[in-house]
């Protein structure tokens, strides 16, 4: 079975760190794109980053530029976003998905794990 | 930077067929891709490259891209289809996300 699962949210205060995990497994985890999306409650979905394959392009939505650090291990099948200086505003759930190109969407999106900035 | 805008909101009588638009300045020279998020769940793709359907997506599904407008369609509209409805389109390796558009089957 097709699947990614998501680990590490939970409740942070403004100014701290957080690293989230996304276990891949039911497909070659080292032919796709990966992404991180997040959707604020209630708002819509907002993409955060994505790494290609081998890890030599990477992306951030200006927002998250120098705070949060995406990665990947294609021996262990996981993805980590790595979240400093975090913002009352980076309060989301947050999908790793999959997209075999660019062109072809995100296929293939875990169950989310949320993450909560509070004092 | 690159922004898609979507309407916040359409209407649907069950069997009629919608339309959800998704604008963009040229847009037709970007792929869209469109997402259904039923409340509580996660995203689905039903659209990728502008027209593709994914395996298992319902044929009543389908999309097109012209001008600066791509237009997710849904024929034969039925009450399990009521869900909030995403395009997305790349810019300079850059996801961008409309802002939904809630369907109500009514």
């Known amino acids: 079975e097709v699947q990614l699962v998501e680990s590490g949210g939970g409740l942070v205060q403004p100014g701290g760190s957080l690293r989230l995990s996304c276990a891949a497994s039911g497909f070659t985890f080292s032919d796709y794109w990966m992404n991180w999306v997040r959707q604020a409650p209630g708002k819509g979905l907002e993409w955060v980053a994505n790494?290609?394959?081998?890890?030599?392009?990477?992306y951030y939505v200006d927002s998250v530029k120098g705070r949060f650090t995406i990665s990947r291990d294609n021996t262990k099948n996981s993805l980590s976003l790595q979240m400093d200086s975090l913002r009352a505003e980076d309060a989301a759930v947050y999908y790793c998905?999959?997209?075999?190109?660019?062109?072809?969407?995100?296929?293939?999106w875990g169950q989310g794990t949320t993450v909560t900035v509070s004092s | 930077s690159y922004e898609v805008t979507q309407p916040p909101s359409v209407s649907v009588s069950p069997g009629q067929t919608a339309s959800i638009t998704c604008s963009g300045d040229?847009?037709?020279?970007?792929?869209v891709c469109w997402y259904q998020q039923r409340p509580g769940q996660t995203p689905l793709l039903v659209i990728y490259r502008d027209t593709q359907r994914p395996s298992g997506i319902s044929e009543r599904f389908s999309g097109s891209n012209s001008g600066n407008t791509a237009t997710l369609t849904i024929s034969g509209t039925q009450p399990m289809d009521e869900a909030e409805y995403y395009c997305q389109a790349w810019d300079s390796s850059h996801v961008i996300f409309g802002g939904g558009t809630k369907l109500t089957v009514l």
């Open positions: 790494i290609k394959q081998d890890g030599g392009e990477i």
């Open positions: 040229k847009l037709r020279d970007k792929y």
């Open positions: 998905a999959s997209s075999m190109t660019w062109s072809h969407g995100m296929a293939v």
